[in-house]
Nanobody, 122 residues
Framework: QVRLVESGGGSVQAGGSLRLSCTTS?????MGWFRQAPGKEREGVAA?????????EYADSVKGRFTISKDNTVNRLTLQMNTLKPEDTAMYYC?????????????????WGQGTQVTVSS
């Protein structure tokens, strides 16, 4: 069993920045951030995998604005979100698996965080 604890999020004006963090109780091979807005399906935002966390993937909607990174010394995943837009408003979830997830932007993960709200106003 892996526990995930998220932090960060909040409210910001368009163009602003926020940082989300997710700490796991042990090492996980694949990790990702997902978001879900009211009435919409959960979508993958960014994912990171590999022994050194060297492989990353981003949804087209966030490329160039969001950066995912991981500190394996403390099992912490971070999502730096810049140039935020109102359409980024959603509940953001951290996800993790101890195995390789073939399509890391799909919600095929074994463990999930409780979610943290991000609200971007225009």
């Amino acid at each position: 069993q892996v526990r995930l604890v998220e932090s960060g999020g909040g409210s910001v004006q368009a163009g602003g920045s926020l940082r989300l963090s997710c700490t796991t109780s042990k090492y996980t091979y694949t990790m990702g951030w997902f978001r879900q807005a009211p009435g919409k399906e959960r979508e993958g935002v960014a994912a990171l995998y590999g022994g050194g966390g060297s492989s990353v993937e981003y949804a087209d909607s966030v490329k160039g604005r969001f950066t995912i990174s991981k500190d394996n010394t403390v099992n912490r995943l971070t999502l730096q979100m810049n140039t935020l837009k109102p359409e980024d408003t959603a509940m953001y979830y951290c996800a993790a698996s101890t195995r390789w997830v073939p399509s890391p932007l799909q919600p095929d993960y074994d463990y999930w965080g409780q979610g943290t709200q991000v609200t971007v106003s225009s």
